[in-house]
């Protein structure tokens, strides 16, 4: 799956995004997801922004494949390799 965010992130912040060896949100564990063929995938979680200079501050964060996979639907269902303008998107059309 193409997302943006991977490219972005040193191997240090990587590191330290898998440390915990689960989801960061629904904790499924690196084992089980290893025992199903699979691994956790990094991606990034804004911490906060700045609406004026037009910037935010991100971190590294592990997720499950199925998780990472929803961050990036798109209202429509569509994958958007960008997360934060695809929840954008989704938050736009809830609040319509």
């Known amino acids: 799956m ?3 965010f ?3 992130v040193t191997i240090e912040e990587a590191v330290a995004a898998v440390r915990p060896a689960r989801c960061y949100h629904c904790a ?3 084992r089980d997801l290893t025992s199903a063929g699979e691994m956790l995938e990094i991606c990034g979680e804004e911490h906060g922004s700045d609406i004026e200079a037009g910037t935010m501050q991100t971190f590294a964060i592990a997720l499950c494949p199925a998780f990472h996979r929803e961050t990036h639907r798109g209202v429509a269902g569509q994958h958007n390799p960008c997360q934060f303008k695809a929840r954008n998107e989704r938050e736009t059309m ?3």
């Open 28 to 30: 499924r564990t690196a």
């Open 6 to 8: 991977q490219s972005k």
């Open 94 to 96: 809830i609040r319509s």
């Open 2 to 4: 193409k997302c943006n």
